[in-house]
């Protein structure tokens, strides 16, 4: 069957680092996207990664590798506003989308 | 500002009963999709449509339906036949209906059994 595991639960202190890990097992591979969701809001886009690599943008980082089925999302500076869920999906082989259950974030001052 | 509105916020159905769930969008876009959401659990599909007057069934589509009657317009009934509705319901939009596009999210509709 096809698979994204993501920590449940997060806690970090505003201003450092935090690390959000992806690994995926899925029926082929075509893109693994990272989307931000405040509770009862909507998801929003953060990034999409098709290629090895690490992609910045601003304070948010996405890093892939296909190899592995791994991704993680990494935030930097962080802000009171970054509390929220972050989603991993990935793309599989039929073009379909496979959801992680996310990964609740939880910033402390 | 484009975007997708979807209404109500907030939405309790009764035993036996039908609702409807409006989405609506302003973007242009050719595909749009129904997700449902549960606690600890991934974004589930429901159905989608990539052009008026065709949609397909995804993964959880018993005791729901649809209609795209308008390129703008996608609103979900859940039947008296989903037995376990509560749930956050999302709609959501990409251009053209391809996988890797990234999706544009209505804000969400709760919907909770009394």
């Known amino acids: ?109 | 500002d484009g975007g997708i509105t979807q209404s109500p916020k907030y939405l309790f159905r009764k035993e036996g009963q039908n609702v409807t769930l409006s989405c609506e969008q302003n973007l242009n876009h050719d595909a749009m999709y129904w997700y449902r959401q549960d606690p600890g659990q991934g974004l589930r599909l429901i159905y989608y449509s990539q052009i008026v007057n065709d949609f397909q069934k995804g993964d959880i589509a018993e005791g729901y339906s649809v209609s795209r009657e308008k390129k703008e317009s996608f609103p979900l009934t859940v039947t008296s036949a989903q037995k376990n509705p509560t749930a956050f319901y999302l709609c959501a939009s990409t251009e053209t209906g391809q996988g890797y596009e990234k999706l544009f999210f209505g804000s969400g509709t709760q919907l909770s059994v009394l």
């Open chain 1, 1 to 109: 069957g096809q698979n994204i595991d993501q920590p449940t639960e997060m806690t970090a202190t505003e201003g450092a680092i935090v690390q959000i890990n992806c690994t995926y097992q899925t029926s082929g591979f075509n893109g693994l996207f990272w989307y931000q969701q405040h509770a009862g809001e909507a998801p929003t886009f953060l990034s999409y990664n098709v290629l090895d690599g690490l992609e910045e943008k601003g304070r948010f980082s996405s890093f892939l590798s296909r190899s592995k089925g791994y991704s993680y999302l990494l935030l930097k500076e962080l802000q009171m506003k970054d509390s929220a869920s972050y989603l991993c999906a990935v793309v599989d082989s039929n073009y379909q989308l496979i959801w992680g259950a996310g990964t609740k974030l939880i910033i402390k001052p």
